[in-house]
């Protein structure tokens, strides 16, 4: 996969009119990835930490549409806080990205666009597997 281990901010544009906004995401275009599966966060209890895992072949924009929530990513060189307030902007993290979220507002709904199916096998939830897959992986 290309971009591996990596994250970065989408700006997604809205087409205002004296209506309101519109905002449109298509694959290929503001995703830059064939969008297989959606699925949302919703009610995530306070002072709940989700995530505690990376993926070997996954790519994915997070987007919180409502209220907020932030993302701790850590890959072989840096772990870096975003705080996701904004339904026009995404988080990219592709693969190899260790994630955590946390401190979601009651509100908060996290739209999360993935370039995969749902594969348990994808998962890697051993931070001390992680680290040694990364390490062997940047050499
Ligand atoms: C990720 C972060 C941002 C499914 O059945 N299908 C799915 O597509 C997903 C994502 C999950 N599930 C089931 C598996 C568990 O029984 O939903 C339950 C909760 O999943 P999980 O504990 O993995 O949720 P999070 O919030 O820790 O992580 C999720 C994604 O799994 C993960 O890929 O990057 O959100």
């Keep these: ?16 009119d004296t ?8 694959s290929q275009k503001e995703i ?3 969008i297989k599966r959606v699925y949302y966060l919703i009610n995530t209890k306070k002072d709940v930490r989700r995530g505690f895992h990376a ?14 929530c932030k993302i701790l990513v850590e890959n072989h060189k840096k772990r870096e ?3 996701l307030n904004d339904c026009k902007v995404g988080l990219r993290i592709t693969n190899l990205v260790w994630r955590e979220m946390y401190d979601f507002t009651p509100d908060c709904a996290l739209l999360v666009l993935a370039s995969q ?12 597997k992680f680290a040694e897959m990364i390490a062997h992986d940047s050499k």
């Design 1 to 16: 996969m290309k971009n591996k281990g990596s994250w970065e901010l989408i700006q997604f544009s809205s087409k205002g």
């Design 19 to 26: 209506r309101g906004e519109l905002v449109a995401i298509e």
């Design 32 to 34: 830059p990835f064939s």
């Design 55 to 68: 993926h070997k072949n996954l790519d994915q924009i997070l987007i919180a549409i409502s209220g907020s």
């Design 81 to 83: 806080e975003f705080f």
């Design 117 to 128: 199916h749902y594969d348990p096998d994808d998962y890697i939830r051993d931070y001390q």
